[in-house]
């Protein structure tokens, strides 16, 4: 078996890694007692350190962009426990993953890259299983929280996309600052908490540096290598595992409704990435 991977495939397959593990919040998320903002510091703080012994020749290689980049992920990560705060969680996951529609649309224009077919039927396609996905649990909510979850999809786009303007080398300059202004914003409420337990540091450590440290450091990883609407395409499979991962360890069961618009996200997002493989197989073949 011919094992080589192409780096757009390498490339998928990070992206791919990273939302699996993006999703597993969830599941600690509603084991701990914690505060919202609590858990932010301490994920951010591991995910700093991480990203900081890993990557410390690049670290302090900053441009406006970066600085740019890092606002934006502390305000996707705020915006987003605020929207969970005041509007239903399905509200808050289903208007951030509108992301790809704007890096759908914006792409073409900021890259000159070219708007293909594929990629406006798979975002409606996977719109549509989500809407499936969370048809029992939509509701109208705190229209507040519903307008900030909606700039948390904005935000989202814009790492996708900002990151994409920035030099390579400066991809992990980005996060390891944003996760320093979290812990700056987070600090007041983290300084009230009480200590965590042993099994609750298990927990913790796991959020910062596996969830959003090894999960960001693949997710740039794959950005390096394929297009920013790829990356937000197979983003959405975070979504639809974190229930998956609540339902084993916390015991809430997703509805019959639920599984099926899963389903259709995942098949239709493995039939774009066969598809635009085998396009590029041929290409390769009549060059």
């Given at each position: 078996m011919n094992l080589d991977l192409t780096r757009r495939q390498s490339g998928l397959i990070a992206v791919v890694a990273a939302a699996v593990l993006w999703s597993t919040g969830g599941l600690f998320i509603k084991l701990l007692p914690f505060n919202a903002q609590t858990i932010l510091f301490y994920r951010s703080a591991c995910a700093a350190l991480m990203f900081g012994v890993l990557f410390h020749?690049?670290?302090?290689?900053?441009?406006?962009?970066?600085?740019?980049?890092?606002?934006?992920?502390?305000?996707?990560?705020?915006?987003?426990?605020?929207?969970?705060?005041?509007?239903?969680?399905?509200?808050?996951?289903?208007?951030?993953?509108?992301?790809?529609?704007?890096v759908l649309l914006l792409e073409p224009m900021l890259f000159k890259t070219r708007l293909r077919r594929i990629d406006i039927i798979t975002i409606l396609v996977c719109l549509g299983g989500m809407m499936l996905f969370f048809s029992g649990?939509?509701?109208?909510?705190?229209?507040?929280?519903?307008?900030?979850?909606?700039?948390?999809?904005?935000?989202?786009?814009?790492?996708?996309?900002?990151?994409?303007?920035?030099?390579?080398?400066?991809?992990?300059?980005?996060?390891?600052?944003?996760?320093?202004?979290?812990?700056?914003?987070?600090?007041?409420?983290?300084?009230?908490?009480?200590?965590?337990?042993?099994?609750?540091?298990?927990?913790?450590?796991?959020?910062?540096?596996?969830?959003?440290?090894?999960?960001?450091?693949?997710?740039?990883?794959?950005?390096?290598?394929?297009?920013?609407?790829?990356?937000?395409?197979?983003?959405?499979?975070e979504p639809i595992l974190n229930p998956v991962w609540v339902f084993l360890g916390y015991g809430e069961r997703p509805g019959s409704l639920a599984i099926v618009g899963g389903l259709i996200i995942v098949l239709m997002l493995m039939l774009r990435t066969w598809l635009t493989e085998r396009r590029q197989g041929v290409d390769r073949e009549t060059v």
């Open positions: 020749k690049s670290i302090f290689k900053v441009n406006a962009l970066s600085i740019g980049i890092s606002v934006i992920y502390a305000g996707l990560l705020f915006c987003f426990v605020t929207a969970t705060k005041l509007t239903t969680a399905a509200n808050a996951i289903f208007l951030q993953y509108t992301a790809p529609i704007y649990d939509l509701a109208v909510g705190d229209m507040r929280g519903n307008w900030i979850a909606l700039l948390s999809g904005v935000l989202l786009a814009g790492i996708m996309l900002g990151q994409r303007f920035n030099s390579p080398e400066r991809y992990e300059t980005a996060i390891f600052w944003g996760n320093i202004l979290v812990m700056a914003l987070a600090f007041p409420a983290w300084k009230e908490s009480p200590a965590p337990d042993l099994p609750q540091w298990g927990m913790l450590l796991f959020l910062g540096f596996i969830q959003i440290g090894t999960g960001y450091m693949l997710f740039n990883y794959g950005l390096k290598r394929i297009l920013a609407v790829e990356s937000a395409l197979l983003a959405m499979l």
